[in-house]
């Protein structure tokens, strides 16, 4: 009998959208690959959600993305459950989301990281609170979503209508180049970089519109790039994914400053517990470019999850 496999997708994130698409993929690509697949829009329901996975499926493809799906919220339920599901558990989803956490841990582990710290938003009304050129982003939010660029001649950071709670993550603006890194976690064999990519594209940075638009981003593999930068990078996206504690599959997320030339110098800005898996999302690509197609890399997400 085929293993019964329950997608997750939808939620009640400012990421909805981006996981209806990855979780059409994702249930289409198992489908493919002879799964029994029952696709659920996750809601703030929790009666309706306890009812589609009823009857109890063999496994649960987590497709959320933001708020409730990748926090560690969902993934509780699925331990009190003990249904097994994908991607990382309660305690690495939990702390990978709350930016903040994250990058203390990160340094904690002798990774380097943009410096920085969070401030009240009126602070950040007030005038600058570090040195222009600097980042503003939501301490808890992901794809982007309110991440703003102040530089030289802004007027300032737009958070008069901030809808991201009281509180602002200010980092300094690292210049250069945006790098992203896939580390899978085999059972048995430990975390290791799938495949590197450099993200080129016309924007200031890599936005929700660019992630999610086809045609607006470049993805290179491998970089060009120094070497020994390239290991260093690798290897930091793998330590990363170990001291959060994450499994599966995870991406990180870099800044490559090679302004003055190479060797540059890689900075983490952040590791995506659930990474997205639309047709134009980058750990499909990276999985793509070592030779394992889309449905192959559902299915292994599948045949390795687990639940606590």
């Known amino acids: ?50 009812a589609a996975l009823t009857p109890r499926p063999d496994v649960v493809f987590n497709a959320l993305h933001g708020k409730g799906g990748e926090d560690g919220t969902i993934q509780g339920v699925l331990d009190i459950l003990k249904i097994p599901y994908t991607h990382s558990g309660l305690r690495a989803s939990a702390a990978a989301m709350d930016k903040p956490t994250a990058k203390a841990i990160f340094a904690a582990a002798g990774i380097r990281v943009p410096g920085g710290r969070v401030y009240a938003k009126h602070e950040v009304l007030a005038g600058d609170v570090i040195p222009r050129p600097y980042v503003i982003k939501p301490p808890a939010e992901g794809s982007s979503f309110g991440v703003q660029i102040v530089r030289e001649g802004d007027n300032g950071p737009a958070v008069a209508d901030w809808g991201f709670g009281d509180e602002v993550l200010v980092e300094p603006y690292i210049a250069g180049r945006e790098m992203t890194v896939a580390v899978i976690d085999e059972p048995g064999k430990g975390a290791r970089a799938l495949g590197s990519i450099d993200i080129r594209h016309e924007h200031g940075f890599f936005d929700y519109e660019v992630k999610y638009t086809g045609g607006q981003a470049e993805h290179v593999m491998p970089p060009v790039m120094d070497p020994n930068a390239l290991a260093e990078m690798e290897s930091m996206a793998v330590a990363a994914h170990v001291a959060l504690g994450c499994r599966g599959i995870s991406r990180s997320d870099f800044r490559y400053d090679d302004t003055a030339g190479e060797p540059g110098m890689v900075y983490l800005l952040e590791v995506n517990t659930q990474p997205g898996m639309t047709p134009t999302s980058l750990v499909p690509d990276a999985a793509k470019s070592q030779g394992i197609s889309f449905p192959d890399l559902v299915s292994w997400m599948v045949e390795a999850a687990r639940w606590g």
């Open 1 to 50: 009998m085929a293993k019964h496999v329950a997608v997750l997708m939808g939620g009640w994130s400012v990421e909805r959208p981006v996981s209806l698409t990855s979780g059409k993929a994702c249930a289409d690509a198992l489908e493919s690959k002879g799964y029994k697949v029952t696709r659920i829009d996750v809601t703030r329901d929790l009666g309706a959600l306890l």
